[in-house]
C-alpha cells in the first residue's frame, strides 16, 4: 500500500512562501494523478490543486490561481506545491493525495 509523506510547511508571515513536498514509498508518484488538499480548523479538506498523470497538466482552486504552482519532478519522484503571496486564509493543513491514499499532512500557518 502506497505511503504519503509531506513535508514542507511552517509558520510564515502574510505575503511570504513556502514549498510544499509530496514522496512516495510503495509506489511511484511519476505514474499517477497527484493532488493537494488543505483543511482548516473547523471547516471540510478542499482540493486545492492537482496534476495530471500523463501530460502534467495542472488544476487550481480558484482562490490559489496565480499564486500556487503544482509540480511534479520525475527524476526523484517528488511533488511540489509552491505557495506564493500567502494568506491567513491560506492557514490550514495540507495533504498529499493518491487516489484513496493520504499522507499525514503538514501544517502552514499563515500569521503576522
Known amino acids: 500500500q502506497p505511503r504519503l509523506v509531506e513535508s514542507g510547511g511552517g509558520l510564515v508571515q502574510p505575503g511570504g512562501s513556502l514549498r510544499l513536498s509530496c514522496k512516495a514509498s510503495?509506489?511511484?508518484?511519476?505514474?499517477?494523478?497527484i493532488g493537494w488538499f488543505r483543511q482548516a480548523p473547523g471547516k471540510e479538506r478542499e482540493g486545492v490543486s492537482c496534476i495530471s498523470s500523463d501530460d502534467d497538466t495542472t488544476f487550481y482552486e480558484d482562490s490559489v490561481k496565480g499564486r500556487f504552482t503544482i509540480s511534479r519532478d520525475r527524476a526523484s519522484d517528488t511533488v511540489y506545491l509552491q505557495m506564493d503571496n500567502l494568506k491567513p486564509e491560506d492557514t490550514a493543513i495540507y495533504y498529499c493525495?493518491?487516489?484513496?491514499?493520504w499522507g499525514q499532512g503538514t501544517q502552514v500557518t499563515v500569521s503576522s
Open positions: 510503495g509506489v511511484g508518484l511519476r505514474s499517477y494523478a
Open positions: 493525495n493518491l487516489d484513496q491514499f
